[in-house]
């Protein structure tokens, strides 16, 4: 793929076929994603990619703590609610989705199924958690790169074929996710990837969220009207 075909047509992917993904391809695309730039060459981010029965295990303690009201333990901080306009770009990419999915507003079965979802991580086959060294904890430039070297690792998997979406759910509850993945104790655990090859008759894959313009994110200075 050239680089716009990549770019323009990467969307987030929610539904996965079973089919496993070669470990070699996973080794070629992390190698690829780590060409991302770091504050400084630190190279914060380390990677725990996750399949068959440990991940079997994260999907079924995430999703029952979650269900019996654990609160939950994510390792980042989260700030405030969003709200105003973005509040209002999350409302319009879930609209999406569940129009997608044919979801009605009031249907809580199918909404708390969704949900569920999140928390299975997609159902993907396969699973990356991303986590940063804990030496370098506190530092703004530490997530930043994580951001730019998860970026780079979707990107490379549409490359390949492959269809992946960075969530949060998945790792909602973490010592779920450190005791079967093995996390070490000097790592801070960032986000989780699902990945696997896309299930193209799953409406929602077919959802490309709205962006928007180039005009109403950018200010020029010093540029010639």
Request: with cysteine; net charge negative.
């Amino acid at each position: 793929m050239k680089f716009d075909d990549v770019i323009l047509g990467r969307r987030s992917i929610r539904g996965y076929k079973p089919d496993p993904v070669p470990r070699a391809l996973i080794e070629e695309i992390i190698g690829l994603a780590m060409r991302a730039p770091s504050s400084m060459n630190t190279q914060p981010w380390n990677f725990y990619v996750i399949t068959g029965e440990p991940l079997d295990k994260i999907r079924a303690g995430n999703t029952e703590r979650m269900v019996a009201g654990v609160p939950q333990s994510r390792e980042f901080r989260q700030g405030q609610a969003f709200a105003g306009q973005h509040r209002d770009r999350q409302v319009v990419v879930a609209k999406q989705l569940f129009a997608a999915m044919g979801i009605a507003r009031d249907d809580k079965d199918m909404r708390q199924d969704w949900v569920l979802r999140g928390f299975r991580q997609f159902d993907a086959p396969v699973c990356i958690i991303v986590t940063y060294d804990k030496v370098l904890d506190g530092s703004d430039d530490t997530p930043f790169d994580c951001g730019a070297v998860t970026t780079a690792l979707v990107n490379a998997a549409w490359s390949r074929g492959l269809g992946a979406v960075i969530n949060s759910q998945g790792i909602m509850q973490s010592p779920v996710v450190r005791e079967h993945a093995g996390i070490a104790d000097d790592q801070v655990i960032m986000k989780s990837i699902a990945l696997g090859w896309p299930d193209d008759s799953f409406p929602a894959n077919a959802v490309v969220s709205e962006r928007k313009a180039v005009e109403e994110a950018t200010v020029f200075v010093g540029f010639e009207s």
